[in-house]
Structures are given as structure tokens and as C-alpha cells.
């Protein structure tokens, strides 16, 4: 899953990333309103924290520019303003959730989680395919009962296509949403990385779609 963070207090960015990035999702960070309206709209993301009192552009106003791209993001406000009416704002601009400082990173997580279960229409933190399931908690994949290890973008390619079960996703989107932008990328390693799963899972569980991609089938 790859998480744009919206923040323009260096620290707290930096950890918000590091954050993110420990539990297995790729994380970048924008530091103020105009980048990050700009990234939000011109690059896919899974979700966005999304800091409301940025420089050169406020968050708000941000959050009101993505939802008029139709950008569908899922949205969670950061904000150090507890007041009712500030929460409302955001939640009624298009943010799908609202965070106060300080806040503990597991929260943010927990929250973000949710945010991604519902956005891929999975209500439950583990998602069951057939004999394959995920715990998006633990990190855990288990295959016919038994646990199964995977490399962290072994991890990444299998976590994306289960999230979005049904969807033929090309090499190109895989790449975009397991590498950071700053990486080394090579489509090809896609390929690399959808053999060593089949090996470890089964050749059936993930289809080739020829000439488009890849797909997990619901009923797999």
C-alpha cells in the first residue's frame, strides 16, 4: 500500500514515515499544500495523511481540491484543532477520518487499515481467499493453514492484488504502489516477484491476464 503524508513539521513527518514504512506499506512525504495537492492528484495512492495547517496552502483547501479531481483517496486528517466545528469541516470537505495531536502512531495505523478495508470492500481485518488469507493486523499470510514467509515485496505485490480481488492490476500499477518514487524500478521484477508467490502458494491463486496483468479471482 503506498500512503502519501501531508506534513510540514520535518520531525513528525519523518516519523510518520518511518511509522508506516515498519509496517510494511510504502510511505512518502509532501511538506506543504501546493506539492502535496499537486502529488495527490497527478500520482495513485492507497490514502493520504493529510495535515491541516500547511504553508502556502491550507489542508482544508487541499482535501477540497482533491475531492473536485474526483480523486477517491481515502483521507485522514491530522490536525492539532479539537474543536467540533474544525472536525465537521474536514469530514464534510470529503476527509473519511480525523486524527488529533498528539496522537500514537498504532492508532494512526489502526485507523488507516480501516480506511483500506473498507476502500477495497473488506469489512473484516483478515481477507480470505479461498485458501489463502491475510491478516492486514499481523502481516500474516497463510496458506492451506499453515503459515507462509514472504519478503517484504513478496509481501507488498500479494497484499495489493488481495486488496484488490477481482481487478486485473498491470505490472506498471504494482510497481507504482510498492516501490517509493525515489526507487530504482523495474517492471520486470514484477514477474520475478509473482513466480516466487506462485511457488510458495500455488500457480492458480494469481491469474496472468495476457497483455494487461494479473488478477486474485474472489472465488480462487
Not at 8 to 31: F, H, K, P
Not at 53 to 79: M, Q
Not at 178 to 207: A, M, P
Request: proline share 2%.
Amino acid at each position: 500500500m503506498k500512503i502519501l503524508v501531508v506534513e510540514d513539521e520535518q520531525t513528525l513527518g519523518n516519523q510518520i514515515v518511518e511509522g508506516l514504512e515498519q509496517n510494511g506499506w510504502v510511505a512518502e512525504l509532501s511538506g506543504d499544500g501546493i506539492d502535496a495537492l499537486y502529488r495527490a492528484t497527478s500520482e495513485p495512492w492507497d490514502a493520504i495523511v493529510l495535515d491541516l495547517g500547511l504553508p502556502k496552502l491550507d489542508g482544508l483547501t487541499v482535501l477540497k481540491g482533491i475531492r473536485d479531481e474526483n480523486v477517491n483517496t481515502p483521507v485522514v486528517i491530522l490536525s492539532a484543532r479539537n474543536e467540533l466545528t474544525q472536525r465537521v469541516e474536514g469530514l464534510n470537505a470529503g476527509a473519511d477520518d480525523y486524527l488529533t495531536k498528539p496522537f500514537q502512531m498504532v492508532e494512526l495505523i489502526a485507523r488507516l487499515r480501516a480506511q483500506l478495508r473498507r476502500a477495497s470492500g473488506n469489512a473484516s481485518p483478515v481477507i480470505q481467499v479461498g485458501d489463502l488469507s491475510l491478516d492486514t493486523r499481523t502481516s500474516k499470510v497463510m496458506w492451506q493453514g499453515q503459515a507462509i514467509d514472504l519478503t517484504a515485496l513478496e509481501f507488498k505485490v500479494l497484499a495489493y492484488l488481495m486488496h484488490n480481488t477481482d481487478k486485473v492490476i498491470s505490472r506498471s500499477e504494482l510497481v507504482e504502489h510498492i516501490y517509493k518514487q525515489d526507487f530504482d524500478r523495474d517492471s520486470n521484477t514484477i514477474e520475478v516477484f509473482i513466480g516466487r508467490i506462485r511457488r510458495k502458494i500455488g500457480g492458480d491463486v494469481i491469474k496472468t491476464v495476457r497483455g494487461l496483468g494479473y488478477r486474485i479471482n474472489a472465488d480462487s
